[in-house]
């Protein structure tokens, strides 16, 4: 079965600098998200991007975040400066179209911010 | 986002069928029922969706009420695999992001 890659499973890093977290999306998948969840919290979507460009994104994604699909298949997402509250698990997800269709969610990447 | 309404949590044995609630009283006409899962430090997983009628796959069944103001989740028979947090949520038509609620923590007995 077709699934959502991410990679590391586990980061650490220091307070102030910069992490890529990367996803390798379901490959014939057009709509590609990023969503995070902060321990014991629920889960919160950070954007979606679509055709090269964000489509939507919340409040989170500040200019401290920033996505990009460098090469047709990763999706990465980048926090240009990392904060304490920036610790928190981050899930890649890919649909094949929009609407209600099944979001196919990675594993995700566990951040910790020291 | 239409709010969703459900338990914190329940519990249930395993083999036996489990009934998932959900209110959403301030659903509107395009919204559609979602219901992701998330088992252990995993991400979450889809488990079925629906409009009007109800629906079945293979992972579960998706009873939505006539007035569409409440729908249930049929887990026809629960395995301690079923263990995880259940997730309501409505999408509306043409909508990309999932927004999640605090979900229903399901616990199997063995």
């Known amino acids: 079965e077709p699934e959502v890659t991410q990679t590391p499973s586990h980061q650490v890093t220091q307070m102030g600098q910069e992490v890529i977290l990367r996803c390798v999306p379901i490959?014939?998948?057009?709509?590609f998200y990023w969503y995070r969840q902060i321990l014991g919290q629920k889960v919160e979507f950070l954007v979606s991007?679509?055709?090269?460009?964000?489509?939507?994104k919340s409040e989170i994604f500040d200019d401290q975040f920033s996505v990009e699909r460098p090469d047709g298949s990763n999706f990465t997402l980048k926090i240009r400066s990392t904060k304490l509250e920036d610790s928190a698990m981050y899930f890649c997800?890919?649909?094949?179209?929009?609407?209600?269709?099944?979001?196919?969610f990675g594993q995700g990447t566990r951040l910790t911010v020291v | 986002d239409a709010k969703t309404t459900q338990p914190n949590s329940m519990e249930s044995n395993e083999e036996e069928p489990v009934h998932l609630p959900c209110n959403h009283s301030?659903?509107?006409?395009?919204?559609?029922i979602h219901w992701y899962r998330q088992l252990p430090s995993q991400g979450p997983e889809y488990v079925i969706h629906g409009l009007t009628s109800n629906v079945n796959n293979r992972m579960a069944s998706l009873a939505i009420a006539e007035d569409r103001k409440s729908s249930t989740l049929i887990l026809h028979r629960a395995t301690l695999r079923d263990a995880a947090v259940y997730y309501c949520i409505l999408r509306a038509q043409g909508a990309q992001k999932l927004v999640f609620g605090q979900g229903t923590r399901l616990t199997i007995n063995p």
């Open positions: 301030t659903i509107s006409g395009t919204d559609y």
């Open positions: 490959s014939n998948h057009l709509y």
């Open positions: 997800a890919s649909n094949l179209r929009q609407g209600n269709t099944e979001a196919f």
């Open positions: 991007f679509y055709n090269n460009e964000i489509s939507e």
